[in-house]
């Protein structure tokens, strides 16, 4: 399994912006790997915001965050950026990266497939 380093996050202001940048440590790559987003708010279930399949460039969002929140991979397969516009405090919440060698498109897997997870990044939007 390919380890994650998650960094990113923070407080910003209602209507703000903060991004979320998920790497491959130890010298591996996301190469046939998906990439998945999730949170968890106090009390709350932890849901799948955003994700990437390994074979397939199109990107899955949560309804809940379509229109405003972009994720994006490099070139390199080395890092998987969630790009997060237009934040509401509904959004506060611990973002987790996920990821493993899964086929499949990203938006089946629940996230008991994922192998390995970054060490998670607070959000917080407050006013």
């Known amino acids: 399994q390919v380890p994650v380093v998650q960094s990113g996050g923070g407080l910003v202001q209602p209507g703000g912006s903060l991004s979320l940048s998920c790497a491959a440590a130890?010298?591996?790559?996301?190469?046939?790997?998906?990439i998945a987003w999730f949170r968890q708010a106090p009390g709350k279930e932890r849901e799948r915001v955003s994700c990437?399949?390994?074979?397939?460039?199109?990107?899955y969002y949560a309804d809940f965050v379509k229109g405003r929140f972009t994720i994006s991979r490099d070139g390199a397969k080395k890092t998987v950026i969630l790009q997060m516009n237009n934040l509401t405090p509904e959004d506060t919440a611990i973002y987790y990266c996920?990821?493993?060698?899964?086929?499949?498109?990203?938006?089946?897997?629940?996230?008991?497939?994922?192998?390995?997870w970054g060490q998670g990044a607070q959000v917080t939007v407050s006013s």
């Open positions: 990437l399949s390994s074979h397939v460039d199109t990107p």
């Open positions: 130890s010298g591996a790559t996301f190469y046939d790997h998906a």
């Open positions: 996920a990821t493993d060698r899964l086929a499949l498109t990203c938006s089946v897997y629940g996230a008991y497939e994922f192998g390995s």
